[in-house]
């Protein structure tokens, strides 16, 4: 029995790799450091088990408003992964999840005018990330799976109080619909440091640059979540997440890049503050909600379009494409629902 934390983390993986040789290993990977620290202790203890071979599935839930710089990285290293993962058999490989169109980002806020979300109302964990993932695991066998996550007891006081709630160990259950899983977490007793020495002391996978991922975290911590767990915070102060992110009070992680020289974040990093801003102008909101209650309702017809004109000027400065051409078409027949009087406006 070793004393070092990590050496301990792969001792206990590799005991759980063991016993559950035959079942399907998913790694939730968003790029951040958990969940990399969580996929190096993995594969350290792969290698360490004596196994030969592996049901191992790497997979990235894409909620299409990544931050760019974040994303580029994390693409990149997901094409090399999967190269690499190729050289260890057939049954290890990346796959990449996304929403379905109705749930996406501005889909919800231009197509059918909801506010964006904030700590009290956080639509958007469940429709971008947790629902991707719970149905690619529904669409495998659920109990033959075991989801890997990079989830630290002390990354939180809230978030230690649902794990420590639901069980001692790494061994957790998670229920989605009426289906078990089981989640094992790998680094759930490593701190901070720890999960920075782990990320750089193992070497596999190598297409993982730690110290560009380093460089890339700055003021960042903590990964947005990608299992229903909902007393734990979506993300924390600073974090691989949206860039649109209007739960946090302030995108610190973006502003530390923006004065890092990524100056690229910038308009991206002004419409997120602008969309915070007019989040509660009752002047852009309907007087009730949409189901007759008292209240804000979602934003108005024309707030949906100014927001719609907003991005597109964003798209022209960034030259990036935010919303695809599906995905316009969602929002233009929701504002046919919503009966707006100027035909579908310039959605396209
Ligand atoms: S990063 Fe923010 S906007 Fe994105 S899913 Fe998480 S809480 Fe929602």
């Not at 110290?211 to 102060?237: F, H, K, N, W």
């Not at 494409?321 to 959605?347: K, M």
Request: proline share 6%.
């Amino acid at each position: 029995m070793t004393n070092d934390p990590i050496l301990h983390a792969i001792d206990t993986t590799v005991g759980a790799l063991r016993s559950r040789a035959n079942a399907h290993w998913v790694v939730a990977f968003s790029g951040g450091k958990d969940s990399t620290a969580a996929l190096k202790i993995l594969l350290a203890a792969y290698r360490r088990s004596g196994l030969q071979t592996l049901n191992l599935t790497v997979i990235y839930c894409d909620t299409g408003v990544e931050n760019p710089i974040l994303d580029l990285y994390v693409k990149s290293v997901l094409d090399d992964l999967g190269g690499e993962l190729a050289e260890l058999g057939p049954s290890f490989e990346t796959r990449i999840l996304r929403a379905p169109v109705q749930d996406r980002f501005f889909v919800r806020i231009i197509g059918r005018g909801y506010p964006p979300p904030t700590n009290s109302f956080r639509w958007c964990t469940t429709g971008l990330r947790i629902r991707p993932v719970s149905r690619f695991i529904e669409t495998q066998d659920p109990k033959n799976t075991v989801v890997v996550l990079g989830l630290r007891r002390s990354e939180s006081q809230q978030r230690d109080r649902t794990l420590n709630g639901a069980a001692e160990g790494p061994w957790q259950k998670q229920r989605e619909g009426n289906k078990d899983y089981d989640l094992f977490l790998p680094i759930l007793d490593l701190s901070v440091a720890e999960v920075w020495d782990a990320t750089f002391w193992l070497s596999k996978p190598r297409s993982i640059n730690a110290t560009m991922l380093q460089d890339l975290y700055r003021d960042a911590s903590g990964e947005c979540p990608v299992i229903r767990a909902p007393q734990s915070p979506p993300c924390a102060s600073g974090r691989f997440g949206c860039w649109t992110c209007t739960v946090v009070r302030q995108d610190r992680s973006a502003k530390k890049l923006i004065e890092a020289g990524y100056s690229e974040l910038k308009p991206y990093f002004e419409f997120r503050s602008w969309l915070s801003e007019i989040r509660n102008d009752p002047a852009m909101r309907w007087p009730k909600r949409r189901n007759g209650a008292a209240g804000m309702g979602p934003f108005t017809l024309d707030a949906r379009r100014e927001i719609l004109e907003r991005l597109n000027q964003l798209e022209a400065v960034t030259r990036t494409e935010i919303l695809d051409s599906e995905e316009r078409g969602t929002i233009a027949g929701l504002w046919r629902l919503d009966h707006y009087p100027r035909l579908s406006f310039q959605v396209f």
